[in-house]
């Protein structure tokens, strides 16, 4: 081999390092398990995983994904001994991340890698991760929220995010579909929905915009349970309220946010409409306008808080004469019932 060649080969695999961690940043999991040989190994110890293949890879790094709230990885350049078409070498890893239960911490870690020269370039073999330093002090800082980052939480999220989020829910066991506008998520409900199913539908301005509600309350093609506990006496039939909300065959809602990671989060002032969504109902089929697409759980609260609430409360205001509040939150970060939770995901604004 020339010295020519080895230079080659030397910065063909740094690149490919440098395209893991661009990978790993950008949430782009598919990317990242190409890096690899068919039946290349990624290892981690202190977790602990051992992944083999592509498959594995992609599967166990779109869980991993799914959990955090941030995630920062830093690249520093190490080691490399080309042998022909093989290689092995080091690289030096600082991480900080923060999960959505609360685990958080900073860490230097090295991965001792093989790799192997493909057809398609060179392909790690083997990446081992090791932990040498780990502090999981609590971390001052945070992911940028919408204040500092300028972020506005109407404008609609681009169909690259779109299809991200898509992706995320459906490894998190939501089925997802991506459609185009309001008329297109009223077609499908209908489809979705059998004839004299028992429906109830939260409070949601997506639903009463899009006319959702309407088709649903006031067709006559389905056992609608909202108009019927408007229709009853809280002081008296409070308990048939409550069971009739919380177990229909479907509930049909929007939510206040949807993350990058895979999460639904729905809030409430009162709570009614949360036991349904949470797994009471039988099916839930949840529309959500494109603007309330978030990075993580930490701004999809503050989108609650700063956005949702006070359009929220000018709307109680306006129909009941009292304020809201966000009394109850509820957080779906995945539906362990296949076939049971459906995201109808829209590329328009709607709602808010």
Known sequence: ?????????????????????????????????????PDGVLRMPNVPVEQVGREEILAGGERLQSQWDFFVQTTHPGTIQVDGDRATGRAYIQELARTLDGRQGMNFAVYHDRYERTEEGWRFAEREYEVRYLDTSPLAGAAPGSVSSGVSFADPATGERLERVAAALRANGFAVEVLDDTAGARARVRELIPEGAS??????????LSGIEEDLNASGRYDAVRPRLLAMDRATEGDEIRRLAACPDFVVNSVAAVT??????????????????????????????????????????????????GLENARCQAVYGSDSAVNRLLVLNAEPYPGRGTVLLLREAVGY
């Open 199 to 208: 429906v109830f539908t939260g409070a949601s301005e997506t639903l009463r």
């Open 1 to 37: 081999m020339n010295d020519f060649q080895a230079i080659a080969d030397r910065v063909e695999i740094e690149a490919l390092r440098g395209e893991f961690t661009d990978a790993a940043m950008m949430r782009d999991r598919a990317r990242l398990a190409a890096l690899f040989t």
């Open 260 to 309: 990058e990671t895979g999460s639904l989060v729905l809030a409430s002032g009162s709570g009614s409409q949360l036991p349904a969504n949470a797994g009471g109902a039988a099916h839930a089929v949840w529309v959500v306008g494109a603007q309330k697409v978030v990075p993580d759980l930490g701004t999809a609260l503050r989108r609650v808080e700063e956005h949702c609430l």
